[in-house]
């Protein structure tokens, strides 16, 4: 039964290093346990077969997962292949300091709230925000004040 995890510690020159599981359990590998070792560093997201040694719990058949599969918005780790759709829309936003956590819309509902810019009263500005949905169904909101829109689209267009 196949794990994920990550590497936690790497010592190349002695050719191991540890490997934190889903559990938060340490486990040793060895780099010819390492499908491509080439890929090995601290902090890379790994795929692996649970094991034990004599020294304690270890993992074979280890695969380092591209960087590539994963981009980061916003302190959020997203695995590419998790997303189903992304939208970039605009949206007016009043400065009357809404309490965002508790307004929850869909992608449909703001499609059809979003006015031209001419309505809008001078108090409102329109921010640029990016909606991805994932394969679950969970639906992730980044405005331009967080992220740089253009250059993630970008990532996510790979």
């Known amino acids: 039964m196949a ?8 010592f190349e020159d002695k050719g191991f290093g540890f490997i934190k599981d889903e559990n938060g359990d340490n486990r040793y590998f060895h780099v010819v346990k390492v499908a491509n070792p080439d890929l090995i560093k601290k902090n890379a997201a790994v795929t692996f077969e649970p094991t034990t040694n004599n020294k304690g719990l270890s993992a074979y058949a280890v695969k ?3 960087e590539s599969k994963y981009i980061f918005i916003a302190g959020e780790r997203i695995k590419l292949t998790a997303i189903k759709s992304f939208v970039v829309y605009s949206e007016e936003e009043a400065n009357t300091g809404i309490d965002k956590d508790n307004v929850v819309l869909s992608v449909g509902i703001l499609m ?11 108090e409102t500005r ?14 992730l909101i980044f405005s331009e004040d967080e992220i740089d829109i253009d250059e993630t689209v970008k ?4």
């Open 64 to 66: 380092v997962v591209p």
């Open 112 to 122: 059809n709230s979003i006015r031209p810019k001419s309505d809008a009263p001078a």
């Open 126 to 139: 329109t921010l640029k925000k990016l909606a991805i949905t994932t394969q679950h169904g969970t639906t």
């Open 155 to 158: 990532m996510l267009k790979v």
């Open 3 to 10: 794990m994920n995890g990550t590497i936690t510690t790497w």
